[in-house]
């Protein structure tokens, strides 16, 4: 069955600074894709960046970035430039035949 | 103008009733579905309907149960609320989405369910 994990609960970060959570999933799947969402206190589910998985080149958006590694099946995500705004939980998930499998998330604080 | 839209957004209710949540979703997608994020923030999925069809049923108890009137609408009824039902319930919708694994899914801002 394909899992995700998430081995880090919390994780904090300088304003300005660089930050990069971890994730690793399990599938036997050779075509996927994975996605990182975002959760701020609002509770709204904000789609961060999309990774597929026949692609070598990784995602990038703005000061969003993915390290995919499809071998180790590991698929970081590097927030550049760490804003207040970017406070949140955040959450890796793999699409699989039409639903999304989720982590168990990531709380992000970011200090001033 | 929000692309998906839950109401309420907020639900209290009493254990045992019967209780509704709508979605509604202006993006043109064929694809519609129901999470669950529990207390520990857990998100599952439960259901999916294609073009009004039950694609995905995620062995939920029968006490839920979909209804799709056309394809930019979801909605969940919940008969016979129990306490561990309490939960937030996203609906997601994307373009396609019948067993692709290629189809983005946008979140509408969730449905906060308290049963007491």
């Known amino acids: 069955a394909q899992t995700v994990t998430q081995s880090q609960p919390e994780m904090s970060v300088q304003e300005a600074e660089t930050v990069t959570l971890s994730c690793t999933y399990d599938?036997?799947?050779?075509?996927?894709?994975l996605f990182w969402y975002k959760q701020p206190p609002s509770r709204q589910m904000i789609l961060v960046i999309r990774?597929?998985?026949?692609?070598?080149q990784n995602a990038t958006e703005n000061r969003f970035s993915v390290n995919f590694q499809k071998a180790a099946k590991s698929f970081s995500l590097k927030i550049s430039d760490s804003q207040l705004g970017d406070a949140a939980m955040y959450f890796c998930?793999?699409?699989?035949?039409?639903?999304?499998?989720f982590g168990q998330g990531t709380t992000l604080q970011v200090k001033p | 103008d929000t692309a998906v839209s839950q109401t309420p957004k907020y639900l209290v209710t009493q254990m045992g009733n019967d209780k509704s949540i709508k979605c509604e979703q202006n993006?043109?997608?064929?694809?519609m579905y129901w999470y669950k994020q529990d207390s520990k923030k857990f998100l599952k999925i439960m259901f999916s309907?294609?073009?009004?069809?039950?694609?995905i049923n995620e062995t939920v108890p029968n006490r839920f149960s979909p209804k799709s009137p056309d394809k930019a609408h979801l909605n969940l009824h919940i008969n016979s609320l129990e306490l561990g039902d309490s939960a937030v319930y996203f609906c997601?919708?994307?373009?396609?989405?019948?067993?692709?694994?290629?189809?983005?899914?946008?979140f509408g801002p969730g449905t906060r369910l308290t049963v007491l």
């Open positions: 997601a919708s994307s373009q396609e989405g019948t067993g692709t694994t290629t189809d983005t899914q946008y």
């Open positions: 599938t036997s799947e050779s075509d996927y894709y």
């Open positions: 990774q597929e998985a026949y692609k070598q």
């Open positions: 998930a793999y699409s699989w035949v039409g639903k999304l499998i």
């Open positions: 993006l043109g997608h064929d694809t």
């Open positions: 309907y294609n073009n009004k069809e039950l694609i």
